[in-house]
């Protein structure tokens, strides 16, 4: 079996534990022994939260949460049991559930499987992995980041999913490399670029060489831009592709290197790059604070550190509310 083959089927047997388990937290029968053995599997295989993640994102989506209540009492004794597949799940209800539930399942089998020439990439939250792709391209994954790729003879082709990734791509003119990333298709032959997808649009950087960039639906030579480095564009989830404007190439990836980098960068928006990569979640006593501008270096590897950095600099308290949740606000 080549290492591609063992990869997949390594993804295949995760994505149905995280089925089965997405089933069980539903289900309304979820006991202290459930989520002992929850939080061990978890902690096996940083993949694992990843998948979980995506199943209840989508059952919210979808209104499965309350068709899998339905389920709770047949849950009791399947839910559990070692890599369940997820076609079980239509075996334990009545037809009339069943029939509820084929739809959404439908849509996880779209989403979650993969041909076999495509190769699936993933980060949870707060980690960093760097990786080397078939043809040879680098990749570095941000936290929280989904990537799938696949080498074909006319070009190579990623899809970023979510999170954000850096791109030291293999030099090939005769297969052009592509990203797809939300609305935004990025297009080189060997260059170094960042793409990442945030709120309600994709946003694509340069370091070194020249991309392309192009709105997914409006895939035409009128429609895109050509980036050179230090520039970058935004391309909406409408599909708009913005204005080409300057960016610290240099500072653009230094969470690869274990930090964030800032520059007169409003306190609100810093917050919110670091609640990317941690649990507990920072808030702001007072909305004003956060146009307070931030500079310099905060590293990532402990969030402790990094609050009390922000605080001592900007004269400001951190309260722990709840073990999920951090207050900032002004030290009188």
């Known amino acids: 079996m080549t290492d591609s083959?063992?990869?997949?089927?390594?993804?295949?047997?995760?994505?149905?534990?995280?089925?089965?388990?997405?089933?069980?937290?539903?289900?309304?029968?979820?006991?202290?022994?459930?989520?002992?053995?929850?939080?061990?599997?978890?902690?096996?295989?940083?993949?694992?939260?990843?998948?979980?993640?995506?199943?209840?994102?989508?059952?919210?989506?979808?209104?499965?949460?309350?068709?899998?209540?339905?389920?709770?009492?047949?849950?009791?004794?399947?839910?559990?049991?070692?890599?369940?597949?997820?076609?079980?799940?239509?075996?334990?209800?009545?037809?009339?559930?069943?029939?509820?539930?084929?739809?959404?399942?439908?849509?996880?089998?779209?989403?979650?499987?993969?041909?076999?020439?495509?190769?699936?990439?993933?980060?949870?939250?707060?980690e960093t992995r760097d990786i080397s792709l078939p043809d040879g391209t680098t990749v570095s994954l941000n936290t929280d980041t989904v990537l799938t790729f696949s080498s074909e003879k006319d070009g190579r082709y990623a899809g970023l999913e979510r999170g954000e990734a850096y791109f030291d791509v293999v030099h090939d003119q005769a297969r052009p490399f592509i990203v797809d990333a939300g609305e935004a298709r990025a297009t080189v032959l060997g260059t170094t670029f960042t793409v990442r997808i945030k709120d309600d649009a994709s946003v694509v950087g340069v370091l070194r060489g020249r991309v392309a960039v192009h709105s997914i639906t409006n895939d035409s030579a009128t429609d895109g831009v050509h980036l050179e480095p230090g520039e970058r564009v935004a391309v909406t989830s409408t599909g708009d592709v913005g204005g080409i404007d300057a960016f610290d190439a240099a500072a653009a990836a230094t969470w690869r290197y274990g930090y964030l980098y800032f520059d007169e960068t409003p306190l609100n928006i810093v917050v919110k790059d670091l609640n990317r990569y941690f649990d507990r979640q920072v808030e702001l006593a007072d909305a004003a604070l956060g146009a307070a501008p931030v500079s310099g270096r905060v590293e990532l590897g402990n969030q402790d550190v990094a609050i009390r950095a922000i605080s001592v600099a900007l004269s400001l308290k951190a309260e722990q509310r709840n073990p999920d949740k951090i207050v900032l606000k002004a030290d009188d």
Do not use: C
């Open 5 to 126: 083959q063992t990869g997949r089927g390594d993804l295949r047997r995760i994505d149905d534990q995280a089925a089965a388990w997405a089933a069980r937290r539903l289900s309304g029968a979820f006991d202290q022994d459930d989520e002992a053995r929850f939080r061990a599997w978890l902690a096996e295989d940083a993949r694992h939260a990843v998948a979980l993640n995506e199943y209840m994102a989508i059952a919210d989506a979808s209104a499965l949460a309350g068709a899998v209540g339905g389920l709770k009492e047949a849950a009791n004794d399947e839910a559990a049991q070692a890599t369940p597949s997820r076609r079980r799940w239509l075996q334990w209800g009545a037809p009339a559930i069943a029939a509820s539930l084929f739809a959404a399942f439908f849509f996880f089998t779209a989403v979650r499987e993969t041909p076999a020439n495509v190769e699936q990439y993933a980060t949870a939250r707060g």
